[in-house]
T-cell receptor
Framework: DAGITQSPRHKVTETGTPVTLRCHQT?????MYWYRQDPGHGLRLIHY???????DKGEVSDGYSVSRSKTEDFLLTLESATSSQTSVYFC?????????????FGPGTRLTVL | AQTVTQSQPEMSVQEAETVTLSCTYD???????LFWYKQPPSRQMILVIR??????QNATENRFSVNFQKAAKSFSLKISDSQLGDAAMYFC??????????????FGTGTRLTIIP
């Protein structure tokens, strides 16, 4: 299994509070991604990174920011959490040197915003 | 924009039988990659099988195989000799090749597969 961990695994917070989710990899892969999973939507990309300090927006980036200061860590921040951000968040990694560049996923973080 | 459609929200199959999950997609690209992921109750996303569009031969991985019809933009997953451990949500996903650096996956909404003992 790819070495990907996410922390915390579960979090309950209140509307308006800041929240940071962490993704850590031990594979030295270049690409890292944050997705959210909601019923009826599958997984949707929030932000991704193609290198240290290189990030870009996905299709549902409003209300989220990311940072990547080291190859192994990719942080997702909700500056002021809202109830619509209650979701399961997945981090994924990939390596462009792989012919398929397939993505491998972390275990997910369940976030509840009250 | 690419879209992926899984028209079967739920499917069930008798243990040891064969089941086929449907996936269609829309794209204007000529080369791309397609994937099936499995998500059991543990919530972990597990890559089941992958296919590159320019390869004519359908991919197979043990009991899992695909029927890739490029002209019809169809990518169905066949599970043979279904086992209780196959019970999960299955997601079809698309990745294009035209945008360097944008390696995002576009997912379908999933099919929940139940195995009947």
């Amino acid at each position: 299994d790819a070495g990907i961990t996410q922390s915390p695994r579960h979090k309950v917070t209140e509307t308006g509070t800041p929240v940071t989710l962490r993704c850590h990899q031990t594979e030295n892969h270049r690409y890292m991604y944050w997705y959210r999973q909601d019923p009826g939507h599958g997984l949707r990309l929030i932000h991704y990174s193609y290198g240290v300090k290189d990030t870009d927006k996905g299709e549902v980036s409003d209300g989220y920011s990311v940072s990547r200061s080291k190859t192994e860590d990719f942080l997702l921040t909700l500056e002021s959490a809202t109830s619509s951000q209650t979701s399961v968040y997945f981090c994924a990694i990939s390596d462009r040197d792989s012919s398929y560049n397939e993505q491998f996923f972390g275990p997910g973080t369940r976030l509840t915003v009250l | 924009a690419q879209t992926v459609t899984q028209s079967q929200p739920e499917m069930s199959v008798q243990e040891a039988e064969t089941v086929t999950l449907s996936c269609t997609y829309d794209t204007s690209e000529s080369d791309y990659y397609l994937f099936w992921y499995k998500q059991p109750p543990s919530r972990q996303m597990i890559l089941v099988i992958r296919q590159e569009a320019y390869k004519q031969q359908n991919a197979t991985e043990n009991r899992f195989s695909v029927n890739f019809q490029k002209a019809a933009k169809s990518f169905s997953l066949k599970i043979s000799d279904s086992q209780l451990g196959d019970a999960a949500m299955y997601f079809c996903a698309y990745r294009g090749t035209s945008n360097f650096g944008n390696e995002k996956l576009t997912f379908g909404t999933g099919t929940r597969l139940t195995i009947i003992p």
